[in-house]
């Protein structure tokens, strides 16, 4: 899960966070390497938030006691505190929670390969109040949604269609765009996106002769809270038509998540009362995909229980 930028952590600095629920210390070590741990210190259960980095380690304020970015006490004696898998690519910094203690399975999203994506363009945010992290994701396989609350896209012409390929899948759909931006752009406007892991995502916007590559970061931070990090990536250029370009696709997709938050925001937990329609089929497929990554300890009578739509974003006091 994306948790940030890597500027936002200078060496030898203690951020405190919240992410999955989960309180949490982002601290980068003198060499640079950058960790996520449990708060409380495993001696006296003092927030080490006001404590220091101390080479490789971090450092309760209490009694001194360190530890490693996995965890470890530097004195093997000493019982450790939980760690978290963290990765950085290209400026990005990411971090693996699982509830159930088990590895990762895959890496960190390596959207920003430098042949084809040198340079972040631009970048913006949005907090959202979400019943499910699901909720935004699910857009890019539903035109229909495209089609009405989004009007600059006009006659629906291709359905959306959802292919998953172990924790990464493809989702499509196209529009044909209608007057006056179809005299501009042309006529037809279609949208790719690559699914990696159920939080993040790639996406390839062909609109016209037009062309606009981003990523969409969801970051779940406790109960409803969820921030959408939008990043347009592509190669920076002097040439006036191409700065426009970058300054339209920035303008489009926070006017898009702005016409969206209203929708998104607080919506009611429910099964969807569908049509027979395909936009349906590949919504219904999206989620059953998603939900496969969510899943609790074994329980008592052994297995595991995937957790429903319902269940998935909880209050800390319900989690536990």
């Known amino acids: 899960m994306f948790i940030g930028f890597s500027e936002e952590y200078p060496s030898g600095k203690i951020k405190p966070r919240t992410f999955m629920n989960e309180e949490c210390l982002v601290f980068r070590t003198e060499r640079g390497s950058l960790e996520v741990v449990e708060p409380y210190c495993s001696h006296f259960g003092v927030n080490m938030k006001t404590g220091r980095v101390v080479k490789e380690c971090i450092q309760c304020p209490m009694h001194g006691r360190v530890f490693r970015g996995d965890g470890r006490g530097a004195n093997a004696r000493h019982r450790p505190i939980r760690s978290y898998p963290v ?5 990005l910094a990411f971090a693996y929670f699982d509830h159930a203690g088990v590895a990762p399975q895959w890496e960190a999203p390596q959207f920003l390969d430098e042949a084809t994506f040198p340079d972040i363009l631009w970048r913006h945010a949005r907090m959202l109040e979400l019943h499910h992290p699901s909720v935004p994701l699910d857009n890019s396989v539903d035109p229909r949604h495209f089609l009405f609350t989004h009007s600059m896209f006009g006659k629906h012409i291709a359905e959306g269609e959802f292919t998953p390929n172990g924790h990464k899948a493809l989702g499509t759909m196209a529009t044909q765009l209608t007057k006056p ?17 159920p939080l993040n995502t790639y996406l390839r916007a062909d609109v016209g002769r037009s062309a606009s590559d981003l990523c969409n970061f969801l970051t779940i931070i406790e109960g409803k809270k969820c921030l959408l990090t939008q990043i347009g990536i592509g190669r920076r250029s002097r040439n006036p038509l191409r700065l426009a370009e970058h300054a339209v696709g920035m303008m489009a997709s926070w006017f898009a998540t702005y016409e969206d938050a209203p929708v998104w925001n607080n919506r009611k937990p429910q099964e969807p009362d569908n049509d027979p329609h395909g936009t349906d089929r590949a919504l219904a497929d999206f989620r059953t995909w998603f939900e496969g990554f969510a899943y609790e300890p074994a329980p008592p009578s052994g297995g595991e229980r995937l957790i429903g739509t319902a269940d998935l974003l909880r209050a800390p006091a319900a989690a536990e």
């Open 181 to 197: 931006l179809s005299y501009v752009s042309g006529t037809r406007a279609a949208v790719t996106t690559h699914f990696d892991g």
């Open 87 to 91: 990765a950085e690519n290209r400026g």
